[in-house]
């Protein structure tokens, strides 16, 4: 169903556009050789370029622009090969030179377009307005000296990619899917690590309503920097909400800045902000277009992994799985080769159930990371070897894996250890069904006056009398050929 | 085209330029003379002329990806009219 | 006797190579010039120890074998240069204290080459004026009076200071910067050699910008010779500096022949405007013939656009500096006037820290930028911008150099200098469209007008051809045989 919100007078949409700032992975800053890693000691990652030094220009960084085409590549965008910088001017204190050197009406990436796999195992596909290149600010404390405010540009000048959606988005889980796809092929790419918390990803979200049914966009308000995928969902269940609210008490929404506040769950106007912004962008004199030939593209093209829409087209034909496990399996790169290890010579749908269900599940209630699993692939690889190769049935399959889990133990040891092998002796079943079948003679009867299902009682009983380790398929027969003949 | 003060106020507050009062009314006259001057371009047909921003005829060139610069806290703090914990210091911006 | 001060740096180069006197005697009788003659108001920081120091090392150098092309030479540096480790000022109130802890890349080279830094000279406040005035130092002074006047006059700007040094004997030569005409104009006032080099020949790194698009840095030197000699040492690609050209820095001085039989001289129809000065018109037409017999061919050409050049310049170049001195805020670096919120501090250290005129031209291109007006002022001046570039390429398609005169008169005093911004710019108007179209463009002092001032004349050249440039002048150096000193030059004691 399309997400609504019910209002008073009626049902209302929601319209959502994200612009992501993504930190570029490099080793220096965008227009300088300061060093662009995250941390260190106040104003020690900083060049004389970053502090806006008089006479001193930016020169950009070549993997910056790399990084630029091959997050657009991923992104199925054009690539532009004339692109241009332009000076966005503002005075702020952690903006050095007075403006951010940006890319304005000639971004270096245009249209190009992401496919989100929702949780119902459909997917549909968002818009991308562009991509380009610009410096970040520096940062602001605010809590160290009374009555001031003190500016570290570690930050200023690191590379960012301002990462635009078209307003295609219509629920705050759509939202929610889009940032994690967009983050996930970030992370195959190599050019962002995604990284929320430290700010390597942060994400404005713009929001308007509309009446079901309504054609056109209303105004729109824009809440900033919200730093995580979470927050990024409720700040649209929130904002959307407050907007229907204007509207239905027939006040209007005002175009502007807001900040999401989780702890109140709400957003609030940055009335600081509100002075009339002119950003007065022109072309930086400083720099030239920055000009790409087809030879450069068709390299950095060349160097594309398999991106996460190739992977799971591939695990679903190749080795057989829904939509949906696919989906979940190629989110992390290191979860899909995972899958495949222990994918490898084996059932596909196997090995995605036990990848997903069982290990995911162990690992998130453990809270640890797949790199931190006591149970490798080879490890998992076996277990299920034991299963299809009849050693031991499902049930048993799933409590060495919990010790497994607890233990780091091999499935081997653990099923000789324990005596845990199935039992596939007929004649110990063919005793243990007797004993079964002795004992319930009226039930016996009802199975054969046609009740099937009660079979199934029977096979339980069965286990129970072999403490489960006998084979549920031969324990099935038996039953059948005893029962009913 | 000629400025009145009020718009003589709002550029010199985008520029960030304090104009005392008394100074505003000489200076929207002296900028309305300039800019009417500037409108004798409009008579310049440029149809279909692109606009020129650099007269270098260059591609721009890119540096490799190093850090080659940076740890120079010493220098980025030399000249700065007051510091406090290897930073520099602004009034207190409200946020 | 030899006064060391009165030779040109080329003359002091081979005097140095001949051993008849040292770096150390040339720089220390500079440094007494330089004391004599403060009331020029040339130099906003004198460095003579530093001054000295480089000396005794160039000494030194030559004694082991090692000879710049500038070894041991005395020269300035125009306060827009940065220096490490002496303050660097741009004549604003906004820098009075700021001392940058790099130097240029142009200074650099200098340096490298083996030159001597006598200190920092006078200029407009951020290389925006055509007279001196606006320097919060106080103007500089021309070296030059009219016969039978005492009126001291201006030295012509921005590149002031630079000039009344060179002209007043005060250094060997001094470097300039042009945006649109501020090495040139003043040059031509004090009587010069002034070269402005194609843009991207010098780098701008460590030169605080005024007109990014524009500034081009440049030396101002008595000789022809020395304008060659000069700008092989400054010039240079710089990969700090994405707008420098990568191309190859000849030695300008061998490309000195004298010969410029064949050349095709342009005369531009457009520069002869109604109201031209009759003396300034009469100079230029002698120094069409002059060319013509050392064997030039003199074409009449059309630059259809000069009219807006100036308009364009105006526009494009505040735009650009608007943005460029955004980053004097009090912050990081230079004047602060406290205030109670940041945009109280910004305004107050803007209000107090630039002066009339910086912060006229921060308005005007604050508003070109501003939305809704972009358009009309900024992309109207840009597409201007093209089509005078066009004007140029198309004349040169005909022509090797243009001659044109480098200013519309001598100079003015200071005191009887227009109030009106606007016939101030006009002082402007024969060097702003070559910046305009980033072309080489030298003046050099052609003769004296009625009243005893040097007039100019300006040659302008192709992109990256400096050298067919340098020759051209030769051959006017020689004919002219410009011998005018100032009334104030040579006053060493
Ligand atoms: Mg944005
Ligand atoms: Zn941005």
């Known amino acids: 169903m399309t997400y609504a ?163 295609d988005l219509r629920a705050p889980d759509e939202a929610g899917a889009y940032l994690r796809k967009l983050r996930s092929i970030l992370r195959y790419l190599g050019t962002c690590d995604g990284n929320m918390e430290e700010g390597s990803l942060r994400c404005d979200v713009n929001v308007s309503v509309r009446r079901e049914g309504e054609e056109g966009l209303r105004t729109r308000c824009e809440i900033k920097n919200v730093n995580s995928v979470r927050f990024v969902m409720q700040a649209i269940e929130v904002e959307a909400r407050r907007q229907v609210e204007v509207w239905e008490s027939g006040g209007e929404v005002l175009q502007e800045t807001r900040l999401f506040d989780p702890s109140r769950g709400e957003t609030r106007s940055m009335r600081s902000k509100e002075h009339a912004h002119d950003y007065r962008y022109f072309p930086d004199p400083d720099l030239l277009p920055l000009e790409l030939d087809e030879e450069f593209i068709s390299k950095v093209r060349a160097t594309l992994p398999e991106l996460p829409d190739e992977k799971k087209e591939r695990f679903i034909a190749d080795y057989g799985l829904t939509p949906y496990d696919a989906s979940v399996l190629v989110v992390d790169q290191a979860n899909a080769d995972f899958f495949e290890e222990v994918a490898k010579d084996r059932d596909g749908k196997l090995a995605a159930n036990w990848v997903i269900n069982n290990l995911f599940g162990a690992l998130s209630k453990a809270g640890l990371s797949l790199a931190e699993s006591p149970v490798t692939s080879g490890a998992l690889g076996r277990l299920l070897d034991l299963m299809t190769s009849d050693v031991i049935n499902g049930r048993i399959a799933k409590d060495v894996f919990e010790i497994m889990m607890e233990t780091g133990a091999e499935a081997e040891a653990i099923v000789e250890e324990r005596g845990l092998r199935q039992v596939t002796d ?60 | 085209m000629a400025l009145d003060k009020t718009t003589v106020a709002n550029i010199a507050f985008l520029a960030r330029i304090d104009i005392p009062e008394d100074r505003q009314e000489t200076l929207a006259r002296e900028l309305s003379s300039i800019l009417t001057w500037v409108e004798q371009l409009e008579q310049v047909d440029t149809q279909g002329v692109e606009p020129m921003a650099s007269v270098a005829n260059l591609a721009l060139s890119w540096r490799p990806d190093a850090v080659t610069d940076g740890g120079c806290v010493d220098d980025v703090l030399s000249n700065a009219p007051e510091k406090n914990s290897n930073c520099f210091v602004v009034p207190r911006m409200v946020e | 006797m030899t006064v060391l001060t009165d030779l040109t740096l080329v003359e002091a180069r081979d005097g140095l190579a001949k051993g008849d006197f040292t770096a150390v005697e040339l720089t220390e009788a500079h440094i007494r010039a330089m004391e004599a003659s403060r009331a020029l108001g040339a130099y906003i920081t004198e460095t003579p120890e530093q001054a000295l120091e480089q000396a005794r090392q160039s000494d030194a150098r030559r004694a082991t074998g090692t000879v710049g092309l500038m070894e041991g030479l005395p020269v300035a540096l125009k306060d827009l240069f940065c220096t490490k480790g002496v303050r660097t000022t741009a004549a604003s109130r906004m820098l009075e204290n700021f001392v940058p802890p790099y130097d240029s890349t142009v200074g650099r080279n200098l340096a490298r080459a083996g030159a001597v830094t006598l200190g920092k000279t006078n200029l407009d406040e951020f290389a925006m004026g055509s007279s001196n005035r606006t320097s919060f130092f106080g103007p500089a002074v021309n070296p030059w009076k009219r016969t039978g006047d005492d009126a001291a006059l201006a030295p012509g700007g921005s590149s002031g200071g630079s000039a009344a040094a060179v002209a007043g004997r005060i250094a060997l030569a001094a470097t300039g910067t042009d945006t649109g005409g501020s090495i040139r104009q003043p040059a031509a006032f004090c009587g010069i050699v002034g070269l402005k080099p194609t843009y991207g020949r010098c780098s701008r790194r460590g030169i605080i910008a005024f007109a990014s698009s524009l500034d081009q840095a440049g030396p101002m030197t008595r000789s022809v010779k020395d304008a060659a000699l000069m700008l092989s040492a400054m010039a240079g690609h710089d990969p700090l500096d994405s707008t420098s050209a990568p191309v190859e820095v000849p030695n300008f001085e061998n490309a000195l022949t004298g010969d410029i039989r064949g050349l095709r001289v342009g005369v531009p129809r457009e520069y002869r405007a109604d109201g031209l000065d009759p003396e300034v018109s009469a100079l230029w037409d002698r120094g069409v013939e002059m060319l013509r017999d050392a064997g030039a061919e003199v074409v009449e050409v059309s630059l259809p656009h000069t009219d807006h050049a100036l308009a364009t310049y105006y526009i494009l170049s505040s735009a650009e500096a608007s943005s460029n001195l955004a980053r004097y805020d009090g912050v990081r670096y230079g004047l602060r006037v406290e205030g109670k919120t940041l945009d109280e501090m910004y305004s107050r250290t803007r209000g107090a820290g630039f002066g009339p005129e910086v912060q006229r031209r921060i308005l005007i291109g604050t508003y070109a930028l501003s939305a809704g007006f972009y358009d009309a002022y900024y992309l109207k001046a840009q597409r201007v911008r093209r089509l005078i570039t066009r004007d140029f390429l198309e004349a040169f398609g005909s022509v090797d150099v243009l001659l044109t005169p480098t200013t519309p008169t001598p100079a003015f005093a200071l005191d009887e200098e227009p109030t009106d911004p606007l016939t101030l710019y006009l002082n402007d108007v024969f060097t702003v469209p070559t910046s305009l179209a980033g072309l080489p463009a030298l003046s050099m002092p052609a003769g004296l007008s009625g009243q005893g001032l ?19 002048a030769l051959v006017l150096e020689r004919a002219c045989a410009f011998s005018g000193a100032p009334m104030f030059a040579g006053k060493e004691v």
């Open chain 1, 5 to 167: 919100i019910e209002g008073n007078t009626g049902r209302w949409t929601v319209v959502v556009g994200l612009e992501v700032h993504a930190q570029v992975v490099s080793e220096s800053k965008l227009f300088s050789g300061a060093s662009a890693c995250y941390g260190g000691e106040p104003n020690d990652q900083v060049s004389l370029v970053d502090a806006a030094f008089p006479g001193l220009l930016p020169v950009i960084n070549a993997h910056c622009v790399e990084q630029a085409v091959r997050t657009g590549l991923g992104l199925r965008a054009r690539i532009n090969r004339h692109s241009v910088f332009a000076r966005k001017n503002y005075f702020y204190a952690d903006l050095p030179q007075g403006y951010q050197i940006s890319q304005f009406d000639k971004p270096i990436v245009g249209e190009g377009h992401l496919v989100l796999d929702m949780p119902d195992g459909s997917s549909r596909t968002v818009g991308i307005e562009r991509l380009h290149l610009e410096q970040d600010a520096g940062k602001s404390i605010h809590d160290q000296v009374p009555g001031a405010s003190l500016i570290d540009l570690n930050r200023a000048g690191i590379a960012l990619m301002e990462i635009v959606s078209h307003p």
């Open chain 1, 426 to 485: 007929t004649g110990a079943i063919e005793a243990a069904i007797d004993e079964v079948i002795a004992a319930n003679p009226d039930k016996v009867e009802e199975v054969r006056s046609g009740k099937d299902k009660l079979l199934g009682w029977f096979v339980g009983q069965v286990m129970k009398g072999t403490g489960g380790k006998a084979n549920p398929a031969v324990v099935n027969d038996l039953l059948r050929k005893k029962i009913l003949g």
């Open chain 3, 454 to 472: 040097p007039l100019g004349l300006q040659l302008v050249g192709r992109h990256f051809q400096e050298e067919t440039l340098l020759n051209a």
